[in-house]
């Protein structure tokens, strides 16, 4: 076990440090910013909200990003290193949420509400098992047609739909009752937990599948 898990930490050492820079960069513009606004309240209040904010926003966006640019190298090298696919991905996995975790404690430290911070530990490890499983090993079977496709859409949501928040009031209601029950303001609580863990699990279930089929150059 221990031999998979220096294993592990190879693999995904490009990663963490990639992580490990966007953490300490938002940390130090955050921090920078107060300081020269002069504002109190900055300082000892909305900083700490703030910080938790971008790291928590920036961590999912540019993930999205690195995780399926480093998983091709990741994946070939995991089973050079003599892993079995089933024991690669749960390893993988176990990274993905430790990552979750190490964030997610970050932001509970600077502003506790624990409920609101659970919900999104979910929603966030299902979002990346949908896209690796979707996008990622797709990318590793089928090339730069299914890169290219990928790219199209996050920019489209990432770049299209923000600009519309204001303009559309369908978005912005969406919006406003998706931030309604991540705070628990909303009634049907239970439902929409067990609708947050199914998106999870069934997003999981995605990953293996298309996982387990995808073709390996050893050669990489």
């Known amino acids: 076990m221990s031999r998979d898990i220096k294993a592990i930490a190879r693999l995904k ?21 107060g300081f020269i606004s002069g504002d109190d309240d900055m300082r000892v209040g909305n900083i700490r909200i703030l910080i938790a904010t971008l790291i928590s926003g920036i961590y999912v966006g ?14 070939t090298r995991g089973l050079t290193f003599g892993m079995t696919r089933k024991k690669l991905f749960v390893l993988e996995r176990m990274t993905d949420i430790a990552e979750i975790l190490v964030v997610a404690c970050i932001a509970f430290l600077l502003i506790g509400r624990g409920s ?5 530990i979910i929603l966030v490890f299902g979002l990346f098992n949908w896209v690796e499983g979707l996008a990622g090993n797709n990318m590793m079977r089928y090339g730069k047609k299914a890169f290219w496709v990928y790219y199209i859409i996050y920019f489209a949501i990432t770049l299209i739909i923000p600009r519309t ?8 209601e ?12 909303v009634l049907g609580q239970p439902l929409l937990w067990t609708g947050s863990i199914i998106f999870a699990i069934v997003g999981l279930v995605v990953n293996w599948i298309t996982f387990r089929r995808i073709p390996v150059n050893y050669s990489i």
């Open 116 to 120: 609101m911070i659970v919900k999104l």
């Open 13 to 33: 050492k490009l990663s963490e440090i990639y992580n490990l820079l966007i953490i300490s960069f938002v940390v130090l513009l955050v921090l920078f910013i």
């Open 174 to 185: 969406i919006t406003r009752l998706f931030m309604d029950w991540i705070r628990g303001t």
């Open 62 to 75: 540019v993930n999205l990003f690195i995780k399926l640019i480093t998983m091709a190298d990741e994946i």
């Open 165 to 172: 928040l204001g303009a559309s009031d369908r978005i912005v």
